[in-house]
């Protein structure tokens, strides 16, 4: 797994891939350590610059609550699509059609590739190990989650930018990108598991 996001001091964690609401939740962190929200583009607005990103192991071995985000992985690929080549122009795909089609060279890329390496490789395949699963409709009920889990109260959850207009998904589409989300949809990474959203822990998924 790679680096998961940890407040020792408050005793919970998060693991989330990007394109999970990712932004929010630096802007969730910066606001519990500074008790505001963060003004654009403001110096030290990041995870590993409070200090929070840190091994999943650490954060397992010492017995941290963890939650874990996830969104159905088929919705990740869009949203990728979405803003790395139509927003931000870094990939000369033709069309969503075409994204799907060659996905495996436009992973060449490095930002595609690391916006659809499959959540396995932040949130491992085991679903269980964590203290509370959230899909990300669920985002909004993270503040409730961290309360229960620490005692201690959390700030609102503000969503940042969600990316409208998106392409529509063509007939065969989904077919094509099997190959890349498998990994997900076997563990439970599909953007429907839910366990521990509220006091009487009742899973809302597998």
Known sequence: MRDVYVDFKRGFGIAASPKVGTLSIVDFFFELH????????????????????????????????????????????????QHRVVRE????ARSFRHFCERLGYFRGYSSIAWHTDAQTHWLGARPNRY????????LDTLPDVVARLTGQAAPAMSRSHQMR??????????????????????VGWNGETSIGRTSDNNPGGS
């Not at 122009?89 to 000369?92: C, G, K, N, V």
Request: proline residues 11%.
């Open 89 to 92: 122009r870094e990939a000369p």
């Open 131 to 138: 203290a509370a699963v959230l899909s990300l409709d669920e």
């Open 165 to 186: 207009d998106k392409p529509d998904w063509e007939p065969g589409l989904k077919e094509m990108l099997e190959p890349w989300v498998a990994d997900d949809l076997r």
């Open 34 to 81: 500074h008790g505001r929200k963060s003004f654009p583009g403001e110096p030290s607005h990041g995870l590993r610059e409070l200090g929070l990103a840190h091994p999943a192991s650490a954060a397992f071995d010492a017995d941290v609550p963890m939650i874990a985000i996830h969104r159905d992985p088929y919705e990740r690929i869009r949203s990728t699509y």
